[in-house]
């Protein structure tokens, strides 16, 4: 069994001397994993850094087997990253959520075109790590939603109206408004304005960790703890870089 297809790298684990096992996430073939020849020594270490774009082809005598790819390096955000821990810190968040939510060899397209979007916000764009974490939180709205664990964030749960939507219950995933919340709001989630339409540049600090929060919870419950693991630590870590921020 092969196949081509373009991915980004998501991790590279050493495997023996200089070998690797390489995981991406593909439009076509979603999160995958192969062994790479070579993949950490001198003339390749570099093309399987987190983040890079690749040109790859999977093969293997079994279509359950590991399977093996063969790489070219299209294109590397890091250059313009390097110096910008921020960034980094974001990047690493990112692509630890995509390998710890998603199963092996399922499209995705939704969620690698959100994982795409971020790659070039992270490299092009200005910005902050509280804008960065507003859209990681996105990114997490679509992978709960590819699921089958998609949140209502339209209208409220209560009224059923669109307008000044504020929480989300934990037991639905529902959006409540800010007049039917209001009573019961220590018992619900907050809903920041980005999640619902606003910008992300708008994002503050407290915004970003909101979203998270929000996104961690469900993820927490629906994912992660069915799977016996839990939030990535580089999602963690980026979580407490906003913290920072904020304070």
Aim: charged share 20%; glycine share 10%.
């Amino acid at each position: 069994m092969e196949w081509q297809d373009e991915g980004i790298v998501l991790s590279a684990s050493r495997l023996g001397e200089a070998d690797a096992v390489l995981e991406v996430m593909t439009p076509a073939h979603g999160r995958v994993r192969g062994f790479v020849k070579g993949g950490l020594g001198r003339r390749n270490k570099a093309n399987l850094q987190v983040g890079n774009r690749l040109s790859v082809t999977w093969y293997a005598r079994l279509e359950t087997n590991l399977g093996r790819f063969t790489i070219e390096l299209l294109h590397s955000p890091l250059g313009q990253m390097m110096g910008e821990g921020a960034r980094i810190s974001a990047l690493s968040a990112v692509t630890a959520v995509v390998s710890s939510t998603l199963p092996e060899r399922e499209a995705h397209a939704s969620v690698f075109e959100g994982l795409e979007a971020i790659l070039n916000l992270l490299e092009h764009e200005d910005g902050t790590a509280a804008m960065w974490g507003a859209a990681l939180a996105r990114l997490e709205v679509a992978v709960l939603a590819e699921l089958g664990y998609g949140l209502d964030l339209t209208k409220c749960a209560g009224t059923g109206l669109g307008e000044n939507l504020a929480f989300v219950s934990p037991k639905t995933g529902r959006a409540v408004s800010l007049e039917a919340g209001g009573p019961y709001k220590e018992k619900l989630l907050p809903l920041p304005a980005f999640m619902t339409g606003g910008k992300l540049v708008d994002a503050s600090a407290d915004d970003a960790l909101d979203g998270l929060r929000l996104t961690g919870y469900f993820l927490e419950r629906n994912v992660w703890a069915v799977h016996a693991s839990q939030q990535p630590p580089a999602r963690e870590r980026f979580i407490a870089s906003i913290r920072r921020q904020s304070a």
